[in-house]
C-alpha cells in the first residue's frame, strides 16, 4: 500500500472517476450542486466537515485521506494481508507492533470494542486492571511509607495520612 501524496480535490476526484461516480451523482447524494463537487475537485473550495464524513463513506476511503490529501492505494486481499502479517510479526517485539498499529487505526474505541468481543471479555475489564493496579500501587506505597517512618500499625499510617490532607486543606 503506497501513500500517494494529492491535493484534497485530486484525492476525492480520482476516488470518485474510480468509483465510475459522476460528479452529478456525487452532489446529488451529498445534497450539494455539481458546481460545488466541481470547485471542490479544482481546489477552489474544501467539503465542510460534516461533508467529509459523508464524502468517505460514499467513496470508500478514510477521512483522514480526505483531509490529509492522500489516497492509499486498494487494499489488497484480507487473507493476503494476513499472510504477511503473520510472517513479520514474529520479527518485530510485540509493543513496538501495538504502538505501530495505533497510528493506523482511525477508530480506536471500535477496535477495542472487536477485540474484546473476539475475545469474549468486557469493555469493564480494563476499568477493573486499573483499579486493581492501582490498589496495588497503593498497598506498596503505604508499606513503604510504613518502613520509612517506623509506623508500627496501620492506624500510626491513617492517622499520619490525614494530617497530611488536613494540612492540604
Known amino acids: ?27 446529488e447524494r451529498l445534497g450539494v450542486t455539481d458546481q460545488t463537487v466541481s470547485k471542490w475537485e479544482r481546489d477552489l473550495t474544501e467539503p ?9 463513506q460514499i467513496l470508500k476511503i478514510t ?11 486498494e487494499k489488497s486481499d ?9 510472517i513479520l510479526i514474529n520479527e518485530v517485539p510485540q509493543t513496538e507492533m501495538l504502538a505501530g498499529m ?23 475489564i480494563f476499568e477493573i486492571e486499573a483499579k486493581r493496579e492501582a490498589d496495588m500501587m497503593a498497598a506498596m506505597t503505604k508499606k513503604i511509607v510504613m518502613k520509612q517512618m517506623n ?7 491513617d492517622e499520619y495520612v490525614k494530617d497530611l490532607i488536613s494540612k492540604e486543606s
Open 1 to 27: 500500500m503506497d501513500n500517494v501524496s494529492m491535493s484534497i480535490g485530486n484525492t476525492l476526484k480520482s476516488r470518485r472517476i474510480a468509483l465510475n461516480i459522476k460528479q452529478e451523482d456525487l452532489a
Open 48 to 56: 465542510k466537515a460534516s461533508q467529509v464524513c459523508q464524502l468517505s
Open 151 to 157: 509506623f508500627k500499625n496501620d492506624e500510626e499510617y
Open 102 to 124: 495505533q497510528g493506523f487505526i482511525d477508530d480506536e474505541e471500535g477496535f477495542l470494542k472487536m477485540l474484546a468481543k473476539v475475545a469474549n471479555h468486557p469493555l469493564e
Open 78 to 86: 484480507p487473507f493476503d494481508f494476513v499472510r504477511k502479517v503473520c
Open 63 to 73: 477521512e483522514k485521506e480526505i483531509c490529509r490529501g492522500t489516497s492509499i492505494s
